[in-house]
């Protein structure tokens, strides 16, 4: 052994002595488990770990408890912060589904404008080969002619002044025909090409749409994994106090309103557009909300409402944002049955009014069709599809489902509009 070696262990020795001397055996250090994260908290920070003495061997960390693959952390904050980033994840995944069904209704206007022009262009090309045909014809005719007497050269020698005028006669209507076949052809060929470069366009733009959807699809799926991710997240009195606090606050919400007298007392009948579009969604009751559906077995929340009013006779836009753009706005205090409500800055939610104070709505992922009080969600507003219709002088409402004995869970108004049940976690399926 080294000399040098030598020194090195019996310097480790003296002061591996006067630390057992001064205060005993060092703690042993555990690495705490890594907790995973939670989608939309912010990450912390852990403190540094305080030096080890010089020369004491470093102990093993305990290893990490063994974790299910995909399983979620436990959240920890108070139920009024997890009810709020609970709201505002539900409300970005509609507008992202809104934003897909603008995406996909735009497709469906380019690919029937493609079809269209499509079949223009093959009315124009058939015209302009039936006008090349009768040119052809002509000109074989003219040229026929040009062996003998043309009808000019047979006008000048005519005998008979009537034969004259006759020959006459025939060279203009020769002459005529010719023109117009021209005319014709060089028209339908203009139109063609018009209509090809048409087409070509609306195909290009089809294309990038296509694209676009797509985005837009995949960008609504990602949004309801945070969602699905955060429900997976809780426990059952997690979501049972979530569910609570919901309703709690829908409650305070429709009786401030209520109060504030902004609805107006007087009750109104729908117009007859207005009461069919209702009985269609009465009739909807109970089935699922997925993103993108339009019926007949499931609704987002602007297909209902747009296949309600497209069953009374009334296309309307299919995205909240353009129902809310495009329809004539109407002040609460003037709602009848039928109007549309509208939730949210951004236009991303929307309901059909019932009247006294109630929507029918297709409310969030993992819900399903139900009647909720008009304050359920943030009002912006309200439109009418049917302004100028007169409303019913009477007005008897469709019946809303009647629960068996026993069974509250099948009634109209059943069920947490935030759909906060573990049993019914959203869905990402695409239509």
Not at 335 to 350: C, E, I, K, S, W
Request: hydrophobic residues 40%; aromatic residues 4%; proline residues 10%.
């Amino acid at each position: 052994m080294s000399r040098r070696h030598r020194r090195r262990l019996l310097r480790a020795a003296c002061l591996a002595a006067a630390l057992v001397t001064a205060g005993g055996p060092l703690p042993v250090a555990h690495a705490e488990p890594a907790a995973p994260a939670v989608p939309g908290t912010p990450e912390t920070h852990e403190a540094p770990e305080a030096p080890e003495a010089p020369g004491t061997p470093e102990a093993p960390a305990e290893p990490n408890a063994p974790t299910l693959p995909g399983t979620p952390a436990t959240p920890t904050e108070p139920v009024g912060v997890l009810l709020t980033r609970l709201q505002r994840l539900y409300q970005q995944a509609e507008q992202a589904t809104e934003a897909y069904n603008a995406a996909e209704s735009a497709l469906t206007a380019r690919q029937s404008e493609e079809r269209r022009l499509g079949t223009e262009l093959g009315k124009a090309r058939t015209a302009v080969s039936d006008a090349r045909a009768t040119a052809g014809r002509l000109a074989r005719e003219q040229y026929k002619g040009a062996r003998g007497f043309s009808p000019y050269a047979r006008m000048l020698f005519a005998g008979d002044p009537q034969e004259a005028l006759a020959q006459r006669r025939i060279a203009e209507r020769e002459g005529a025909r010719r023109a117009a076949a021209l005319d014709r052809l060089t028209r339908g060929e203009r139109q063609a090409d018009v209509l090809a470069a048409a087409a070509r366009k609306a195909l290009d733009s089809e294309q990038k749409l296509a694209a676009e959807t797509k985005k837009r699809k995949d960008a609504a799926a990602a949004q309801l994994k945070e969602v699905e991710r955060m429900i997976a997240s809780l426990t059952p009195a997690q979501l049972g106090e979530l569910g609570t606090r919901e309703a709690e606050d829908t409650a305070a919400a429709q009786r401030a309103l209520v109060e504030s007298g902004k609805l107006g007392a007087q009750s109104r009948n729908p117009t007859a557009a207005g009461g069919t579009a209702l009985t269609y969604a009465t009739a909807q009751i109970g089935k699922p909300y997925v993103w993108g559906a339009e019926g007949p077995g499931s609704f987002d929340c602007s297909g209902l409402t747009s296949q309600a009013w497209a069953h009374a006779g009334r296309a309307i836009p299919r995205t909240s944002q353009e129902q809310w753009a495009r329809l004539p706005k109407v002040p609460l205090d003037e709602l009848r049955p039928g109007d549309l409500v509208v939730y949210f800055p951004t236009a991303t939610h929307v309901a059909l009014y019932v009247g006294d104070g109630k929507v029918i709505q297709a409310p969030r992922p993992g819900a399903k069709v139900k009647v909720s009080p008009i304050a359920a969600n943030p009002l912006l507003g309200a439109v009418r599809p049917d302004p100028d219709a007169a409303p019913l002088t009477a007005f008897t409402p469709p019946p809303l489902p009647e629960p068996e004995a026993g069974d509250a869970s099948a009634s109209a108004s059943a069920g947490d509009d935030t759909a906060y049940s573990e049993a019914e976690a959203p869905a990402t399926s695409a239509r």
